[in-house]
C-alpha cells in the first residue's frame, strides 16, 4: 500500500513543487491551502506523513502539529522561512519530527521524508509483542488473544505491559502498585489483585500467563 503524504503550504508554487516530487517517488499526495483545511484532510484520510508550513492562514503550522499530536504519532516535517532557535524548540516540544528551512532543496528533503518513513516503520515492528497467541501493540494499546481483540481499560492495559516487560521476574503487590499506579497511590494493596483478576479473565485462554507467587506478588510466564 502506498504512503500517503499531507502537503499543507499556502504557496501553490511550493505545493506545486512538492507534489511533483512526491508522485514521481510513488506516494499518494492530499495538498491543503491553510491550516483549516489541512486538519479536515488529516481527519478524513489515512496521512503517513504531514508537510506542513509554519506560516498559513486560519491555523498555522503549529496549531495543525498541535491537532496530530493529539490524535497521533504520524511523523510531521515543518516547513519554515525562519530559522530562529525559539521556532524550532516550540516546534520539538509539540512533537514535530524535523525543520527544513526555505528555500530547501526538494531532494534533501524526500530523503528526510524516507528516513522518517524507515524509522516509523521500524518503530511499529518492535511495539508488537507476540507471545505464543498473546498479542501487544504498545502504540495502539491493542490486545488479541488469537485473532480476538481483548478490550482493556487503560490500567489493565499498564498492568499488563508492565508484567509482560519483567517476564519471568516475580513482582511483588507493592512494586506492580509503585510501578503501575504511582508511588503517591494511596489506595489498598489488593487493588493489584483485584485488577491481576479482571485481566485474567478477559486473557482467556492466555489466563496461565499470569502466575501466583505464594504470598509475594505475580510473575508471567510464558507457556
Not at 530523503?111 to 507471545?131: F, G, Q
Request: net charge negative; hydrophobic share 40%; proline share 2%.
Amino acid at each position: 500500500m502506498k504512503e500517503t503524504i499531507l502537503i499543507a503550504e499556502d504557496e501553490i508554487r511550493i505545493r506545486i513543487l512538492l507534489r511533483d516530487y512526491l508522485l514521481r517517488e510513488n506516494y499518494n499526495v492530499v495538498e491543503a491551502k491553510d491550516g483549516e483545511e489541512a486538519v479536515n484532510l488529516f481527519s478524513s484520510n489515512n496521512i503517513t506523513l504531514a508537510i506542513l508550513d509554519v506560516m498559513m492562514p486560519k491555523m498555522d503550522g503549529f496549531e495543525v502539529a498541535e491537532f496530530i499530536r493529539s490524535k497521533t504519532s504520524t511523523p510531521i516535517i515543518m516547513l519554515t522561512a525562519k530559522s530562529e532557535e525559539e521556532d524550532k524548540l516550540h516546534g520539538y516540544d509539540l512533537g514535530i519530527d524535523d525543520y527544513v528551512t526555505k528555500p530547501f532543496s526538494p531532494k534533501v528533503l524526500i530523503a528526510k521524508i524516507k528516513a522518517l518513513l524507515k524509522r516509523t516503520v521500524t518503530e511499529k515492528d518492535s511495539a508488537l509483542i507476540d507471545l505464543n497467541g498473546l498479542t501487544v501493540n504498545k502504540l495502539s494499546h491493542e490486545v488479541k488473544v488469537y485473532d480476538d481483540v481483548i478490550n482493556l481499560s487503560p490500567k489493565e492495559f499498564e498492568l499488563l505491559l508492565y508484567l509482560i516487560e519483567n517476564k519471568g521476574i516475580a513482582l511483588t503487590r507493592d512494586k506492580i502498585l509503585d510501578n503501575v499506579w504511582g508511588m503517591d497511590y494511596f489506595g489498598d494493596i489488593r487493588t493489584v489483585d483485584t485488577n491481576i483478576k479482571r485481566l485474567r479473565e478477559k486473557l482467556k485462554d492466555k489466563a496461565n500467563y499470569i502466575a501466583t507467587i505464594r504470598g509475594s506478588g505475580y510473575k508471567l510466564e510464558v507457556k
